[in-house]
DNA sequence: CACTAAGTTGAGGACAGCCTCAACTAGGCC
DNA sequence: GGCCTAGTTGAGGCTGTCCTCAACTTAGTG
C-alpha cells in the first residue's frame, strides 16, 4: 500500500492527492469512464499532470480505490463476528450492495470487465473471509448447500444493473431485490439448480473480459 | 407494422433489407453500440443510404427489433396456455432470458436506458399478457403475492449484466440464477421485503433514464 | 542565492464515430 | 428511348477523447 518507492517533492504529492480526490468524485457520481480531462480540470491541474502521475486510466481507478478492499474485509470481518451465520451474510451482503449503490465507480470497479492494475494482495484475503460468510451459513444450515462464491458474483452483477437502471429514481430499491435473492438463497427454499456454478478460473475470465 | 407510407423503390428496398440484416448480425454479436459505418459497410452500402432510411439509431434498432414484441406476445401466450401457472412462469421467464443470451443486442434493448422511437402498441398487449402470467401465479398461490410486474424488471437486469459478464465463457450459466431467482420468487420462500416495489411511472423513468 | 532535477503545462496530433450535402446514378413511367 | 425524381455516394467537417512532448516553472539542497 504505502510502499512510497521515491519520495515524491511536496507539490507533486499535493497534484496527486488532488487528482485523486477529483477522480473519486467524478467516478462516484458518473462512473469510471469519465473523461481524463474532466478529471484533470476538476482538480485544477493540467492534463499532462495527471498523465505524469497516472499513465493508465487503471492507475488511477487504482490509486481511487485502493482503501475499499480494506473495506470489504472490515465488512467481512465485522459480519463473522455476528453470532448468527445469517445475519452475518445478510449484513455483509447489504453492506457491499451499499458500497455498490453509492458509489457508481466502485458499481462499475466491481461488476465491470475493467482491466485492473493490482488485482492481488488484501483481496486474496477478503476472498477467503468471503468464504467463511458462506460456509459458515452452509453448516448453520440457513444457506443453501449449494451455494458458492461464483453465485457470489451474481448478486454483484444483478446489483449492478440495478442500481444503474434506478439509481436516480429510487436509489434504495437495490433492496427490495437483495431481499428476494436472499429469500431464493435460503436453505428452506432450495430446489435443484440446471447449471453448476461457474469454476474460479471462469469467473476470472469473465471478471476480466476475455473474448475467447 | 407494414403501415407502408410510400411505395418505396425496388433498390431503395433491397438496400434497407442489406441494412436491417446487417444490423441485425452486428446488434446480435456485438450489442447496440456497433458503428454505423460498420453496418453500412457490412451491408455493402454507403453511410449516407443509412442516413437515408434511418435519420437515428434508434429507427435502425426499431426496424431490426419490430418483431420481438410478438414474439413476447407470442411467448407469454404459450405460457398461459400451460396448464400449470408456476410452469407457466417458469416457461416464460426461460424463454425471455434465453432471447436475452442469443443476442446481445436484444440484451441492450432491454435493459438499457435506449431512447427507443415506438415505445407502444404490442408492447402493451404484451405488458397485459405478463402481468396476467403474474396474477394467475399469484392466485395460484404458488408465486409470492407482493411479486409485481416492476420485480420482473429486476430479474431483466440481472440476467443482462450476467449474460454480458458470462455469455463468452459459459453461456448456459444465466439457468443457475435464474433458478436461484425463482426460488425466492416461491410463495412458500417469501420473506417480508424491505421496500415498496417501484411503480410504473418510475419505472418507466427508470427504463428510458431520466436522471433528474 | 543559484542551480538542477523534479514536476508542470497545454497546444496539438491521432483516432473514432457521427452526420451532411452537393454531385452523381439509376429505377420506372410515358 | 428519354426523362424526372427517388435514391445513392463518400469525401469532409464536427466533436470528443486520448495521449505526447518540448518548453517552461519551481521545490529544495548546498
Redesign the interface.
Known sequence: MSSRTKPLRRDAQRNRDLLVEAARQLFAVHGLDVALEEISRTAGVSIGTLYNHFPNRADLVDAVFSDRAQTVRQIAEHSLAMPDAWDGLVHFLERICELQANDRGYNDLI?R?VPQATPTEAHLHGFQLMSRILDRAIEAGVL?PD?TMA?L??LT??T???V???G???P??W????????????A???????????NPE?LN???T????
Open positions: 461488476s470487465r443453501r451455494f453465485d458474483a451474481f452483477w444483478a449492478a444493473r440495478t444503474e437502471a434506478t436516480s429514481v429510487r434504495d430499491l433492496r427490495r431485490h437483495l431481499g428476494l435473492m436472499l429469500d431464493g438463497m435460503r428452506g427454499a432450495a430446489h435443484p439448480l440446471a447449471v453448476p456454478p461457474i471462469e475470465r469473465a471478471m473480459g476475455d473474448c475467447g
